[in-house]
């Protein structure tokens, strides 16, 4: 009868350990944490990489041909319209001096010649011989061949000097300036041989002038954002030579053509910026624009790490917790989202907690915690 009680006893004790044990191996070791949604402001931004650059910038070109004699400005100067830059040297071309001076020679003929028959008439419109119309006819000509006469060796004088007398400093040679600014550049050097500006030549470059007060951003979109923002739309500038400093800037031009780059459709912007004195901004620093494409304020939002997507649908979902350890998928419906934060527009509420799916932690065994 003991024996029996004892084998019964014992029975019990190891059906007690095993049901233990088996309570223990149910539990997860593996604990999943949560968060709670919550209001915050959501901005969804895009950036436009670019540089500043003038809004209005000038390159000064000769008006003649031939070897610059003397430059009066230097880089980073200061000029008004009118202002001297340089002056030329004329190097006259073979083919024009040579018909310059031939029409010279042909107006002298036609000039002596005229002279000639304006003073014999004059002498007998004075005897009476002849009428005062045909006197009047012969001295026509012959203020007309002096003009001739004159316009033919100014033309020469042109050509061989690049200006003529009484043309004094707006003669062709005076290279001026066209606008006021600042002096960016002076590509050319004393001794330099130049082309002039014609229709079909874009001439050399004497010096390039921009005023420094007017900036403005120019950079590019992509495609897939071109279409959310429209002219007026406040930017944020950065500069890459400027640490710690955003110059508000205001949109007023979207290319209506884009090109391609790298396989992406690109769209060129600008916009004007508002500098200030704090510091010198020098043309062709590199830039980002900031750009807002929407905002909200106050939005129940959550972390865009807690979102998990259905394999089959693409669909968004979270898991919200509904007991200890325990989680039910929720469908949820999405706003907008800087990348951080995304809103939530259906789904879930404040109060509800959300599996954080790719953060758990090891439960530790009560024996351990004990210690």
Known sequence: MKKTILFASLAIALIAILVWFASKNSKSPIQFETEKPFKTNIVRKTVATGKVIPLEEAEIKPKVSGIVEDIFVVEGAKVKVGD???????????????????????????????KSLYERNKNLFEKGVISKQEFEAAELNYNSAKQDLKSAQNNLDIIKKGSAAGMGKTANTYVKAEISGTILEIPVRK????????????GTTIAVIADMTKMIFEGKVDEAEVGKIKNGTVLEVSLGAIEKKK??????????????????????????VTLDEEFFVRAGYSANADIVLEKKDSVLSIKEALLQFDKKTDL????????????????????????????????????????????????????????
């Not at 800037?249 to 916009?271: C, D």
């Open 84 to 114: 001297l830059i340089a002056t030329i040297r004329v190097v006259p071309n073979v083919q024009s001096l040579n018909s310059a001076q031939g029409t010279v020679n042909t107006t002298q003929l036609r000039f002596e010649n005229t």
């Open 191 to 202: 001794g330099t041989q130049v082309i002039e500006s014609n229709t079909f030549n874009a």
């Open 247 to 272: 110059y508000p800037a205001k949109l007023n031009f979207i290319a209506p053509k884009g090109t391609e780059e790298n396989g992406a459709v690109q769209f060129k912007i600008k916009g004007d």
């Open 316 to 371: 968004p979902y979270v898991e919200v917790k509904v007991g200890d350890q325990k989680f039910e998928r929720r469908d949820v419906e999405l706003g907008i989202s800087d990348g951080v934060n995304v809103e939530i527009i259906k789904g879930v509420t404040l109060k509800d907690e959300i599996k954080i799916w790719n953060k758990t932690s090891v439960k530790k065994e009560e024996g351990e915690e004990n210690e």
